[in-house]
């Protein structure tokens, strides 16, 4: 069932099939009735939360969590469904029910819920307990926030990734120390999650940490450390990229170029990489020296003409069509 | 829970990398014009990595110890896994009218032709094709 079945018709049918003796027909109706983005299909989806199958308690949680993205936030506030009939089904002996409830508690922003979210972190189920970790990064108060560094420890890497990644991207304060005690975690993707989250929080107490994953035996990090790095900038970050330009790994030289381009006086230590065998790494070069030239006033006008110079020598035995390309629209600029 | 399916963009750049990558793994090549193809068909991987672009989907093929396993992966995601009846209409078009009557000309002395229909999976194409010649009644 594919957007919203506005026409009034589609309720009233959707709203008669609810009833229906058939429990597959009222899952399917509840949510059908979802879709017609009606508010007042609230208080007929509830009917359903207690249903006598699974599968309609299921569908119900499904459907009420549809009527809520697509309704405004004010108005979900209106005929908020209470907090307190979902918090009971979050210990449902169904881990589905459990997940959608979790989930569906995020998003409709029930902050009275928060505690029993959390408890779910002890949850068995996966599922579930990545359910909590999304619903606390909806929710986002300083209790949720709690939680989610909570989840850090779980004994699942993959849960650990999801709990950096939100408080990353979530960019509370506070939170750093947790994730550094990451950096040293046996599993890469719980690594490289934490290092991203430490970039995205800006965090300038850290720089010192990432600089010590510049050498970690997954590339993946590496890169990761660098991009991070790059976001935070200061002179230690420069100071250690600059030194990764000289990687023997193409994906870190590259990414090593690319992440130069915010700091300044960057322009000789980038020129060499012009000739760089890899296209990638020239195509990188090309990128940010190429902004300089191209936006007046980044550098002073001498050496914006030696950076020019040098992309014109460039062009001349450039053989790779895209490189070739970024080189021209640089010059045209 | 019903999600909608997203598509992640993919630069140019990106795309180049991985295109390489994969002719290194396995001999398949996409060429420029494919690039939504790998858009299209391995958004849903990056997503599954908790991954937020191609680059970092790029690194993980590169890197990641389950590399082999997601390379192996994308491989069936990649393989064009459609078959069906009359799929290709102008190709059977072209077929019918033209490569079809041809061969009745050629082939008058023997009235046998022989078709392959290479990687024929469970085998519509090749029927498709049988009931357009039988339709040519001067077989």
Not at chain 1, 39 to 47: P, S, Y
Not at chain 1, 114 to 139: E, T, W, Y
Request: charged share 30%; net charge negative.
């Amino acid at each position: 069932m594919a957007g919203k079945l506005a026409s009034p018709v589609f309720y009233d049918v959707f709203e008669r099939l609810m009833k229906d003796d058939d429990g597959h027909v009222r899952a399917l109706a509840a949510l059908g009735i979802s879709r017609t983005g009606d508010l007042r299909a609230v208080e007929q989806i509830k009917k359903l939360l207690s249903d006598e199958y699974e599968d309609v308690q299921e569908a119900t949680v499904a459907a009420l969590s549809n009527l809520f993205s697509s309704a405004n936030p004010p108005e979900c506030g209106k005929v908020g469904i209470s907090s307190d009939e979902l918090i009971k089904m979050i210990g449902d002996r169904n881990p589905v029910l459990r997940k959608n409830t979790v989930l569906l508690l995020g998003e409709i922003g029930a902050v009275k819920a928060v505690p029993a979210i959390g408890f779910a972190l002890k949850d068995d189920n996966i599922k579930v307990r990545h359910a909590v970790v999304k619903s606390l990064s909806m929710i986002r108060t300083d209790e949720s926030i709690k939680y989610l560094t909570l989840a850090l420890t779980d004994e699942n890497a993959d849960i650990r990734v999801s709990a950096a990644l939100s408080l990353g991207f979530i960019k509370r304060q506070g939170v750093s120390d947790s994730l550094v005690l990451l950096l040293t975690d046996p599993d890469d993707a719980v690594r490289t999650a934490a290092v991203k989250a430490l970039g995205e929080l800006d965090d300038k107490t850290t720089v010192h940490q990432l600089v010590d994953l510049l050498s970690d035996h997954s590339g993946f990090v590496v890169t990761i450390a660098i991009e991070s790095l790059s976001r935070i900038g200061g002179e230690t970050a420069r100071n250690a990229l600059v030194r990764m330009l000289s990687s023997h790994d193409k994906e870190i030289r590259r990414t090593a170029i690319k992440s130069l381009a915010p700091f300044n006086d960057i322009e000789n230590i980038i020129l060499p990489y012009l000739n760089d065998p890899d296209w990638a790494a020239r195509m990188a070069a090309v990128e940010v020296l190429g902004a300089r030239v191209s936006a007046a006033g980044a550098v002073p006008a001498g050496r914006q003409g030696s950076v020019r110079v040098e992309l014109e020598k460039l062009l001349d035995k450039e053989e790779d069509p895209v490189v070739r390309k970024a080189v021209e629209e640089c010059l045209d600029a | 829970m019903l999600e909608r399916e997203e598509i992640i963009p993919l630069s140019e750049d990106v795309f180049r990398l991985l295109r390489d990558l994969i002719k290194d793994y396995c001999g398949m090549y996409f060429d420029d014009n494919s690039k939504y193809i790998l858009e299209k068909r391995l958004s849903k991987r990056v997503k599954s990595h908790h991954l937020n672009d191609f680059r970092n989907y790029y690194r993980l093929l590169l890197y990641d110890k389950r590399r082999d396993e997601e390379l192996s992966f994308i491989v069936d995601v990649l393989t064009v896994n459609e078959t069906y009846f009359f799929r290709e209409m102008n190709q059977l078009k072209a077929l019918s009218e033209e490569i079809l009557p041809e061969l009745k000309n050629t082939n008058r002395e023997s009235k046998k032709i022989r078709i392959w229909s290479a990687g024929c999976s469970t085998g519509e194409e090749p029927y498709t094709i049988a009931m357009m010649v039988l339709e040519q009644v001067f077989f």
